[in-house]
């Protein structure tokens, strides 16, 4: 085993992590740890844009931003959270520009901006040009740029270095991290990082459903490994289904494409919404649409040999207008579907996208210990933490000025505290929990096949605890989880080995899955009310005199929530400063 | 003002084509095919050899898909990297069939599944496991070009201004994902690791000829040494293999064109 020592680790390095490492870098000893290489990271798949209201293209102001992030959450959004992030978006922007992002241009030069689900001027008056992009291909922009940033100023990464424990301590009474630990894919060895803070940008957890655009490494870890250290988890029942998945496969489509002039359409040709959306139509936030398609198809007029997708139509636009604006997406239909947009429908269907929730945070990226109290050293930001600017539903290109906005505060923050800390002393043993974990499982020779499990974990949650959820569905869900945790426990695989060993690596991934997926699902039963993400069929109707509180949950040996041991419940006030919570309609 | 997009409001109904609608059967298709993986075990093996594995797939599914299923239902420690799924991520370059490429972007229906299919590592870096190469020696000539914007003159308050034209003149080199199937397919790589190789100059390329940068005097120096640009045989090897489709031998061509015309001026 080997203990290295920094003034600040990053674990993951993806938009969130690089963003913070760009800034803790230049003022701290600071180390990126990473289970993938820092160009994998799914950042990189984002594809429409980045809003910020610049006003290259026509009248918006940051105030609007805000008023759209908030009411596209249902109001579960904490408004200074919202608030800081549409203001900071700006310079979010200019700071990538300066780093190097080919933003498109308008014709006069500036960065060119497109309409995007959601965002409005003037209140929901009618779509705004807010995203910025290049192309289809904003987020590996934003993941290059970053990247190369941090080849600029040096930032010291341990690739394929899996971080699977949060080393916490107690410093005059009061719990802080002492580091991570984390285990080499290259060697199978075990390494501890000390450091002052720590900082948690591991991304979502999307894999725990069968159909869904994100990518297969995302397994939840960094909430999972936060949340066995006692940190609770915030809103983990509103999960984002994005409308357009390629049928069949979740593989994203842009919003960007309905930004730039696509179109939905049902089996019999029908613009359907405009039924369910009067005003913006198709570039309604995306929890409406999604569930406006699922809806389409469970009264009949889905398309296709089985009925069961719809169809996003680009062929009233000009190829030359796709050809600039939409190159990587309908490349995707071709290549994966056979469909030549510029003259056939494409067949969509919502695909598992996005967790809004996660590790609490407050607008300075540090993570909270419960509704009030910070824990000093530890920090979360991206997809992992829940800050919270997407309340119950987040607005299409939120999450890239999400990942730059707290990215850099995290990276700021995280440096400033260690200038002043003291490193604190390691606990004795603070390897044994991952050196018995890994052990038990490279020797593990059950029957049960990893591969089995997820699959059965994936398909449970893609038929039970999807667009439509009910007590009774959800409940079907959490008893195929517990008997799924059960047969974990009797794993077994077959590579013994120590070198890039990714037999066990899916083991262990999967240990974070089940984990996860158990706690949106009791999160998700214990919300009796419909709002943003989260749709129940038994209580459709939004209940903000008991729910309007972010869900807060925590492993507790003692308590016992849902009829699941080991959880507790418990409920967080939602910060409201301008915006009364009103009747959400487009 | 710009006003780019489409101003005419789509139908609110069209006409679909017939196979659009509803009725029959969605069976897909299945077949089997055979794959021949070149397997390497650090621990245990002094050299790679061949293993075969034989497997029922779907008619939609890609080269990734049956690595998986041999994976997950046959023999768990066949070891390769992925992420994305979908041609993005840049994890999964092998050598498919003798030819670079990604497995997430290869369909199964594209490949002759009557024959046996071949799947190797890339060749060129030094290989870990299976079908994981060292991916550092290719970061470190990545690193060796600069890659990163390096301006000139004060910051503005704003974005700098770039004009439509000059950001088109970089926009095919901005896609590379940095997946190494261009320099691992490149016959001069193979036999000179000293060689840049194609994706360092594709990123130079990338900064050289970005209307805001001021470091292509720099990157051009590097790419004028020994193990420059100067040992590209023109090959095409690197454009064949391009997952993005970004034209490589051109980018090196204008990086070549622009060390002529830049030493001279």
Known sequence: ??????????????????????????????????????????????????????????????????????????????????????????????????????????????????????????????????????????????????????????????????????????????????????????????????????????????????????????????????????????????????????????????????????????????????????????????????RSMANEVREGRGCGPNKDYVLLDLTHLEPSHIDEKLPDITEFARTYLGVEPYT?????????????????????????????????????????????VHGSNRLGTNSLLDINVFGKRAGIAAAKYAETAVMPELPEDSESFVVDMIETLRTSDGPERIADIRRDLQETMDANVQVFRTDETMRQALNDIEALRERYKNVGIQDRGKRFNLDLLEAVELGFLLEIAEVVTVAAIHRKESRGGHFREDFPDRDDENFMQHTMTYKDEDATSEGIPGMRLEWKPVVITRYQPMERKY | MADTTQ????????????????????????????????????????????????????????????????????????????????????????????????????????????????????????????????????????????????????????????????????????KCILCASCTTSCPVYWTDGQYFGPASIVNAHRFIFDSRDDGGDMRLEVLNDREGVWRCRTTFNCTDACPRGIQVTKAIAEVKRALLTRSLA
């Open chain 1, 1 to 290: 085993m080997q203990v290295h020592e920094y003034d600040v680790v990053i674990v993951g390095a993806g938009g969130a992590g690089m963003r913070a490492a760009i800034e803790s870098g230049q003022r701290a000893r600071t180390a990126v740890l990473t289970k993938i290489y820092p160009t994998r990271s799914h950042t990189g798949a984002a594809q429409g844009g980045m809003c910020a209201a610049l006003a290259n293209v026509e009248e918006d102001n940051w105030e609007w931003h805000t008023f759209d992030t908030v009411k596209g959450g249902d109001y579960l959004v904490d408004q200074d959270a919202a608030e800081v992030m549409a203001k900071e978006a700006i310079d979010a922007v200019l700071d990538l520009e300066k780093m190097g992002l080919p933003f498109n241009r308008t014709p006069e030069g500036k960065i060119d901006q497109r309409r995007f689900g959601g965002h409005t001027r003037d209140h929901g008056k009618s779509p705004v040009r807010r995203a910025c992009y290049a192309a289809d291909r904003t987020g590996h922009m934003i993941l290059q740029t970053l990247y190369q940033n941090c080849v600029k100023h040096g930032v010291e990464f341990y690739n394929e270095f899996y971080v699977l424990d949060l080393i916490m301590t107690e410093v005059d009474g009061v719990r802080q991290p002492a580091g991570v630990v984390s285990y080499e894919l290259a060697t199978g060895e075990i390494h501890i990082f000390r450091a002052k803070s720590v900082v948690f940008a591991t991304g979502g957890f999307g894999k725990i459903f069968k159909t869904t655009s994100n990518a297969h490494t995302l397994t939840g870890d960094g909430v999972g490994v936060a949340y066995r250290r006692g940190i609770p988890l915030e809103d983990m029942e509103f999960f984002q289904f994005h409308p357009t998945g390629l049928a069949g496969l979740g593989i994203l489509l842009s919003e960007a494409a309905r930004g730039e002039g696509g179109v939905l359409r049902n089996v019999d040709g029908e613009r359907f919404m405009e039924r369910y959306a009067p005003t913006i139509k198709d570039l309604a936030p995306r929890d409406i649409v999604a």
């Open chain 1, 344 to 388: 056939e429908p494409v067949p969509v269907f919502p695909t598992a996208h996005y967790g809004m929730g996660g590790i609490p945070t407050n607008v300075e990226s540090e993570v909270l210990a419960n509704n009030t109290d910070v824990i000093p050293g530890l920090y979360a930001a991206g997809e992992t933490a829940c800050v919270s």
């Open chain 2, 7 to 174: 101003t005419a409001e789509p139908a609110s109904k069209v006409d679909l084509p017939a196979h659009l609608g509803g009725g029959g059967g969605g069976e897909i298709p299945s077949f089997d095919c055979t794959f021949r993986i070149a397997r390497f075990d650090p621990e245990n093996d002094q050299e790679p050899h061949w293993e075969e594995y034989s497997v029922t797939m779907y008619g939609t599914d890609r080269v990734l898909d049956a690595l998986h299923k041999i994976k997950w239902d046959i023999d768990g420690s066949l070891s390769f990297r992925r992420s994305c799924a979908h041609g993005v991520c840049g994890s999964d370059a092998m050598r498919i069939n003798g030819r670079n490429r990604l497995a997430c972007k290869t369909l199964l229906k594209d490949l002759d599944t009557s024959k046996v299919i071949t799947v190797e590592a890339i060749k060129g870096l030094p290989l870990e496991k299976d079908l994981i190469v060292d991916m550092e020696p290719f970061f470190q000539s990545y690193r060796e070009i600069m890659p990163f914007l390096i301006p000139s003159g004060n910051e503005p308050t704003r974005e700098r201004l770039q004009s439509q034209a000059d950001r088109a003149i970089f926009d095919d080199t901005t």
